[in-house]
């Protein structure tokens, strides 16, 4: 079974959509089976750092309101977080555009290690006040997952994975993304929203029943099995 998740890195209903999706897949039978990838999605993508604000101050003038209503909404959001035993930490969060960090987890899905980085790329930004449009930054991110440094600094700076980070907001348009986190399930099924556990689990497991080989038997239908027997 294939997942795909559009996100972003600055999303915070992300973080904890990708928190109830593990819960979910946690007992879903067929876990090792699964393959889940992450697309890229930019809530912002024209967004220029303005030196010295706040995530605040930046949520309050995306909303046309006041950094104080910007700071009531991150307050519920950290609210939440907690329910998925996460701690967001927005007083020192520091805003910039997020392009670079998805072209650093197209260059991890090249390595295998796209789950890490993307949990590391959260982390970094939700929990530990790291800047996430940065350089070197991301080059240590990166590092911290396995993934080469050289590498990562090499592709940065040049244009390495811009095209596929384009064509992943090329394709959210195309099925219907709207906002963030978004789930296509076998290109099939799509879930929208960071949605309950439970949510996800019926998903797995409708998808799994469906792709499933049906067995259909009747008389008279010989059959040979691995051990050499012959009926």
């Given amino acids: 079974m294939k ?39 930019q809530l912002d993508p024209d967004m220029k750092v303005v030196p010295g604000q706040s995530v605040h101050e930046y949520l309050g003038k995306r909303k046309g309101t006041t950094a104080a209503e910007g700071k009531k ?3 519920y959001m950290a609210d939440m977080a907690k ?8 007083d020192k969060a520091i ?11 197209h260059l991890a899905k090249k390595h295998g290690k796209q789950n890490e980085m993307k949990e590391r790329l959260f982390a970094a930004y939700y ?35 811009a095209q596929e980070v384009q064509q992943d907001m090329y394709e959210a348009q195309q099925v219907g993304v709207r906002g963030v986190p978004f789930y296509v399930f076998n290109d099939k099924y799509a879930v929208s929203g960071a949605q309950p556990t439970e ?3 019926e998903v797995l497991d409708k998808v799994w029943e469906e792709e499933k ?7 008279g239908a010989g059959f040979c099995t691995p051990d050499g027997v012959c009926e």
């Fill in 3 to 41: 997942v795909e998740i559009w996100s972003d890195v600055v999303c915070p209903f992300c973080y904890i959509g990708k928190r109830r999706f593990e819960k979910a897949l946690e007992g879903f039978q067929g876990k090792d089976k699964v393959e889940v990838v992450w697309r890229s999605f």
């Fill in 73 to 75: 909404m991150n307050d």
């Fill in 83 to 90: 329910e998925v035993g996460l701690h967001y930490d927005f």
């Fill in 95 to 105: 805003i910039n555009n997020t392009f670079d960090a998805h072209r650093l987890l």
């Fill in 127 to 161: 929990t530990q006040g790291k800047n996430v449009g940065d350089l070197d930054t991301l080059v240590q991110l990166g590092e911290e997952v396995g993934l080469n440094g050289a590498e990562i600094r090499e592709a940065l700076q040049k244009e390495t994975y």
């Fill in 199 to 201: 949510l996800f689990q």
């Fill in 213 to 219: 080989p049906q067995l259909i038997s009747g008389e």
